[in-house]
């Protein structure tokens, strides 16, 4: 029987060639501060909701400066070639991420994906520079993750399904567990090699559309 398959992919270093969310919020915010609470989230000191919000505090920035850094934002040079080939062969796909929509979606739009069905954090703009975010998915994950990954593979998956995680960090982890196939590079694979996790090394997405040229 042909395998039916369905997508999950994370944004940030991996859809887009750099963790967006980093950089904007070290960009309109204080770089000292971020990378400090990242590091206390990867400790586990407190979930990633509360990580966000200690940041979009001291952090200043409005859609406009969104919309322009969306222009010097690229992405995986295979990445278009990659929704062609899923919208080709009837793949369903999604874009799962513990960031933020403010900087997702002007950097889709900006490369004609403003169709693609995102799952991640909201933030917006209470009038000036001020953030305010929220977290649609929290109460439905793990209870680390501010939108974990791993409900939306498990939500989304039918039983005769197969799901594949694409991903690159530690944000993905708890999605990729719950895949069938995991795709990873970076600190993901890193993870997965340590904890002996399955997993498919990958550099871009023409290694993916490589992968199920010969596996539809
Ligand atoms: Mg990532
Ligand atoms: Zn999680």
Not at 106 to 124: A, C, K, M, T, Y
Not at 159 to 169: C, K, N, P
Request: proline share 2%; with cysteine; net charge neutral.
């Amino acid at each position: 029987m042909k395998r039916k398959y369905r997508i999950f992919c994370d944004f940030d270093g991996t859809v887009a060639l750099n963790d967006v969310g980093n950089i904007v919020f070290t960009k309109f915010g204080n770089a000292e501060h971020w990378w400090k609470l990242v590091e206390e989230w990867r400790q586990g000191k407190f979930d990633a909701r509360e990580m966000w919000r200690r940041q979009a505090k001291i952090s200043s920035m409005n859609s406009e400066d969104l919309k322009k850094f969306a222009k010097t934002q690229k992405l995986d040079p295979f990445f278009s070639s990659f929704v062609d080939f899923c919208r080709d062969h009837d793949l369903p796909m999604y874009i799962v991420s513990d960031g933020m929509d403010a900087y997702i979606k002007p950097i889709l739009e900006r490369h004609g994906f403003s169709d693609l069905d995102v799952r991640s954090n909201r933030l917006s703009f209470n009038g000036g520079n001020r953030l305010k975010v929220d977290f649609p998915y929290y109460e439905l994950g793990c209870g680390s993750c501010a939108n974990c990954k791993g409900y939306h593979v498990k939500r989304e998956t039918k039983t005769d399904e197969v799901s594949v995680y694409i991903g690159d960090g530690y944000s993905d982890i708890c999605g990729a567990v719950e895949a069938d196939i995991i795709f990873a590079k970076k600190d993901l694979l890193t993870v997965c090699r340590e904890k002996s996790i399955d997993c498919i090394p990958y550099q871009t997405f023409q290694d993916i559309i490589r992968f199920f040229r010969q596996n539809l």
